[in-house]
């Protein structure tokens, strides 16, 4: 949601209720890593969830570069309704029903229908090169799920948690039936696999009880490390050697990663902050830890990871916090009284980074 410009339109919570909001969205001269790929010569897929178009119904994935999309948008609120049941759901611009939702019925999951869809994608691509985007919901709340049998016999469990772990465990096996059907289609090692989750654990989730966010300080839509550190596990049988890295990274650097895996970084976007950290999945070094990595929502929080330190704030006009994240991950020791040059250092690279947007304007900006 943006503070200014973009499109209002209504948003719905869980409980139904709805407010007025504004939404930035992706333009047509915008750049999208299905752009890229399909200039260098693959065949693009996103499957399910789509938050980038705002209220704008032409700013949906296949009309950002995707050539084949299933799933739903924000602009369309119920293309994903019933949540995790849909009865509504997009193929490209139709937006179609799935029978076996019909009446309410919970017929099919859509952890199983998002699956569906990209094996069936898959399989229509097998002999060409393609990139799939399959964006599952899980664990999103509200945690709809009939199949929770893998947790009935946690007795001291809450029926919520029981779900929340559900739709993990469900989205696991519909990860492996997905993998299987490469398997079955000899494609398995000449395709590269990356399973990355967006954010941490949100405030509804059972953190405590399931640990959800590792004991890291924060939560979902904190820059807190509870909100922004992440799994990122890359696979490739046979290619891919068995390793765990601690590597700095982060999404910025996925786009000009799949660019050099696909021979098409002539077609990158000048100026992009991500780095190609493709070596790094076969075995070899890449140096990417004497850079600043910038998160900000802007006029509200923002974080600057460089090595082993981070500033962050999450509070409009509040001073930084610095932590020495090697020695205290769970961010509890702020050290910006300690070391106040490196905190000044930090803050005019952050403000170096930041980009002023009609979007979130802040005082004093110009555009």
């Known amino acids: 949601m943006c503070t200014a410009g973009g499109i209002a339109g209504i948003k719905i919570n869980p409980n139904g209720d709805s407010t007025i909001v504004r939404r930035a969205n992706l333009l047509p001269q915008d750049t999208t890593i299905a752009t890229v790929l399909s200039a260098a010569g693959y065949r693009t897929c996103l499957v399910n969830k789509w938050h980038l178009d705002g209220y704008d119904k032409g700013a949906s994935p296949n009309h950002r570069g995707f050539d084949e999309f299933y799933g739903w948008t924000i602009s369309t609120v119920h293309s994903n309704s019933p949540y995790y049941y849909p009865y509504y759901r997009f193929h490209g611009d139709s937006?179609?029903?799935?029978?076996?939702?019909?009446?309410?019925?919970?017929?099919?999951?859509?952890?199983?229908?998002?699956?569906?869809?990209?094996?069936?994608?898959?399989?229509?691509?097998?002999?060409?090169?393609?990139?799939?985007?399959?964006?599952?919901?899980?664990?999103?709340?509200?945690?709809?799920?009939?199949?929770?049998?893998?947790?009935?016999?946690?007795?001291?469990?809450?029926?919520?948690?029981?779900?929340?772990?559900?739709?993990?465990?469900?989205?696991?096996?519909?990860?492996?039936?997905?993998?299987?059907?490469?398997?079955?289609?000899?494609?398995?090692?000449?395709?590269?696999?990356?399973?990355?989750?967006?954010?941490?654990?949100a405030i509804q989730a059972p953190i405590k009880i399931l640990n959800c966010n590792a004991g890291f300080k924060g939560r979902k839509g904190m820059l807190y490390e509870g909100g922004i550190r992440v799994p990122f596990i890359v696979n490739q049988p046979g290619m891919v050697p068995i390793q765990t890295l601690d590597n700095l990274i982060y999404f910025p650097d996925m786009m000009p990663t799949l660019a050099a895996l696909a021979k098409g970084t002539k077609h990158l976007p000048k100026q992009i902050n991500g780095i190609n950290i493709l070596p790094l999945f076969y075995g070899k070094q890449v140096d990417t830890d004497n850079r600043l990595l910038y998160w900000e929502f802007p006029g509200k929080q923002r974080a600057a990871r460089k090595g082993d330190w981070k500033c962050v704030t999450i509070h409009p006009n509040q001073p930084l916090e610095l932590y020495n994240l090697k020695e205290d991950p769970e961010e509890t020791n702020n050290l910006a009284q300690k070391y106040p040059r490196r905190v000044k250092e930090f803050d005019e690279e952050m403000q170096r980074m930041h980009i002023p947007t009609p979007n979130w304007p802040q005082p004093g900006e110009q555009f």
Request: aromatic share 10%; charged share 20%.
């Open 95 to 201: 937006l179609i029903h799935i029978p076996e939702n019909a009446n309410g019925k919970h017929g099919i999951h859509n952890n199983d229908l998002s699956t569906n869809d990209a094996i069936a994608f898959i399989k229509r691509n097998k002999d060409n090169p393609f990139f799939l985007y399959l964006a599952f919901d899980a664990p999103h709340e509200p945690y709809n799920i009939d199949q929770t049998a893998w947790y009935e016999g946690q007795e001291t469990w809450e029926p919520n948690t029981k779900r929340y772990a559900s739709l993990i465990t469900h989205m696991d096996a519909a990860i492996g039936r997905l993998l299987n059907e490469l398997e079955q289609l000899n494609l398995r090692k000449n395709t590269l696999i990356i399973f990355a989750s967006d954010n941490g654990a």
